[in-house]
């Protein structure tokens, strides 16, 4: 077992609860695809867009069964998935009201 198993246990917090948080939050949405397109005309020089750019988007890849199941077995994850898997379980913790927790704790 893994430290994320483990956390998930303790908490009462089912695997297919944190796959469907990562979903809800990494997919893209207008607003990320607008600042995508602002990165673009940013580069070519236009002022008004370098402010539009400099936001964040989301990434658009959710945590993905099997990367879900790697992380719950102890394998070696990436950094991005470590931090997909980390947000979606602090969004599971956000409605249960219970306080948010850190990638060191999980992993």
Do not use: C, W
Not at 36 to 52: I, N
């Amino acid at each position: 077992m893994s430290k994320l198993s483990d956390y998930l246990e303790k908490h009462k917090i089912d695997p297919r609860r944190v796959l469907v948080a990562s979903k809800k939050l990494e997919a893209l949405k207008p607003e990320d695809r607008a600042i995508r397109l602002a990165r673009t005309r940013a580069r070519k020089g236009d002022e008004k867009a370098k402010e539009a750019a400099a936001h964040k988007p989301r990434s658009g890849k959710p945590v993905s069964a099997t990367t879900l199941d790697r992380a719950l077995a102890g394998g070696n994850l990436s950094g991005p998935a470590r931090g997909r898997i980390t947000r979606a379980v602090n969004a599971v913790l956000a409605q249960k009201s219970k306080g948010e927790v850190g990638a060191g704790e999980l992993f």
